[in-house]
C-alpha cells in the first residue's frame, strides 16, 4: 500500500499564498502520476493540476497562471504552490498518486484532504 499526507492547507485573505505538500511512502516499486484536486461544498473533486514523472503538467482553466505543480522524485513528494489566491478556490484539496508497490500493480491512491480557506 501506499500512504499519502498532505499538509500546507489553513486559513489566507484573497491574494494571498500557501504551498500544499504530499509525501507518499510505503513499499513503492514506482510512481507514475502525481496531482491535486479539490471538492468544494456541494460540488464534485475536480483536477486542480497534474504532472507525469517526466515534469509534463496540465491546470485547470481556473488556476492556469496562478497554481505552481512540482515534484521530487527523489523524495516521492509533490507540491502545490498557490497564489493569488480567491474565495473560489476554498476547498479541501486532496492529493493523487498512481503509483505500483513491491506486491501490487498500478493503481490510484488519495490522501485524506487538507482544507483552504481564502477568506477576508
Known amino acids: 500500500q501506499v500512504q499519502l499526507v498532505e499538509s500546507g492547507g489553513g486559513l489566507v485573505q484573497p491574494g494571498g499564498s500557501l504551498r500544499l505538500s504530499c509525501a507518499a511512502s510505503?513499499?513503492?516499486?514506482?510512481?507514475?502520476?502525481m496531482g491535486w484536486y479539490r471538492q468544494a461544498p456541494g460540488k464534485g473533486r475536480e483536477l486542480v493540476a497534474r504532472?507525469?514523472?517526466?515534469?509534463?503538467?496540465n491546470y485547470a482553466d481556473s488556476v492556469k497562471g496562478r497554481f505552481t505543480i512540482s515534484r521530487d522524485n527523489a523524495k516521492n513528494m509533490v507540491y502545490l504552490q498557490m497564489n493569488s489566491l480567491k474565495p473560489e478556490d476554498t476547498a479541501v484539496y486532496y492529493c493523487?498518486?498512481?503509483?505500483?508497490?513491491?506486491?501490487?500493480?498500478?493503481?490510484?491512491?488519495w490522501g485524506q484532504g487538507t482544507q483552504v480557506t481564502v477568506s477576508s
Open positions: 510505503g513499499r513503492i516499486f514506482s510512481i507514475r502520476d
Open positions: 493523487n498518486v498512481v503509483a505500483s508497490t513491491i506486491s501490487t500493480y498500478e493503481r490510484d491512491y
Open positions: 504532472i507525469t514523472v517526466v515534469g509534463k503538467t
